[in-house]
């Protein structure tokens, strides 16, 4: 069996352990009917990753769809919006942390607000770091 798509061989490793793992723990803690649906339907889209990464044709149509040009500018806007999302919703679970803090008089909320308040300015100076490297770059 020859791997023609090496990146998709290894998500439908990785997929189809974690639907074993799933499984495994499933019928060692107890029956639940959501960790069995869960455990199979990981192992079935593992197998399948697998099945398409060591087909030639398959393998060619991924690379091709990987390298689309309209693909992969749709990929970085969701990846930029996912960001900025992300970014505004860790400010405002600050602010409201702060506000249930100092009505409350409660300090562990006082202390998750600071958590989550480190995550806004991280976001800024990568934010700031990428476009100079992406600026410089080009």
Not at 7 to 13: A, C, D, M, S, T
Not at 47 to 71: F, M, Q
Not at 74 to 79: G, Y
């Amino acid at each position: 069996m020859k791997i023609y798509h090496r990146k998709n061989f290894l998500i439908g490793l990785g997929e189809t352990l974690l639907g074993l793992l799933n499984l495994m723990l499933a019928f060692l803690n107890g029956f639940e009917l959501s960790n069995l649906v869960i455990g199979l339907a990981c192992l079935f889209f593992g197998v399948g990753t697998i099945l398409r990464a060591c087909s030639r044709k398959y393998a060619i149509e991924d690379k091709l769809e990987e390298l689309d040009e309209r693909n992969q500018l749709v990929q970085l806007k969701s990846l930029s919006k996912s960001f900025q999302i992300t970014r505004w919703i860790s400010f405002a679970m600050m602010l409201a942390f702060l506000v249930m803090g100092k009505l409350s008089g409660e300090m562990s909320f006082i202390g998750m607000a600071v958590g989550i308040a480190l995550v806004f300015p991280v976001s800024l100076f990568v934010e700031m770091g990428t476009f100079l490297y992406y600026e410089n770059r080009e």
